[in-house]
């Protein structure tokens, strides 16, 4: 059973920086891509970012594009999402979720962390 556990979430201003880290447990994960959602209310849930555990090779969505920095900690079996010049659409639940890339989708999902930016 994988078990993904985020953190880091909370209220900053636009402009801000904040760090979100998601802790895999479970299983090996040299085989995952890992990666970031989010959703805002009344919107779809999107990709952001992800990372491949045994590359480490990142992809971002055009919106995070040089603001956000995803990497991992192969030790500590945690990913995290590095957040700067926050704006206030950014405000959402993220989500951490990893995939068998082969497979195609996310079947593991962590239960979400608020962030939420004041402009």
């Known amino acids: 059973q994988v078990q993904l556990v985020e953190s880091g979430g909370g209220l900053v201003q636009a402009g801000d920086s904040l760090s979100l880290s998601c802790a895999a447990s479970?299983?090996?994960?040299?085989?995952?891509?890992m990666g970031w959602f989010r959703q805002a209310p009344g919107k779809e849930r999107e990709f952001v970012a992800s990372?491949?555990?045994?590359?480490?090779?990142?992809s971002y969505a055009d919106s995070v594009k040089g603001r956000f920095t995803c990497s991992k900690d192969n030790a500590k079996n945690t990913v995290y999402l590095q957040m700067n010049s926050l704006k206030p659409e950014d405000a959402a639940v993220y989500y951490c979720?990893?995939?068998?890339?082969?497979?195609?989708?996310?079947?593991?999902w962590g239960q979400g962390t608020q962030v939420t930016v004041s402009s």
């Open positions: 990372i491949t555990w045994s590359s480490g090779r990142t």
């Open positions: 479970g299983r090996s994960f040299n085989v995952y891509q």
């Open positions: 979720a990893g995939r068998i890339p082969v497979l195609g989708r996310w079947d593991y």
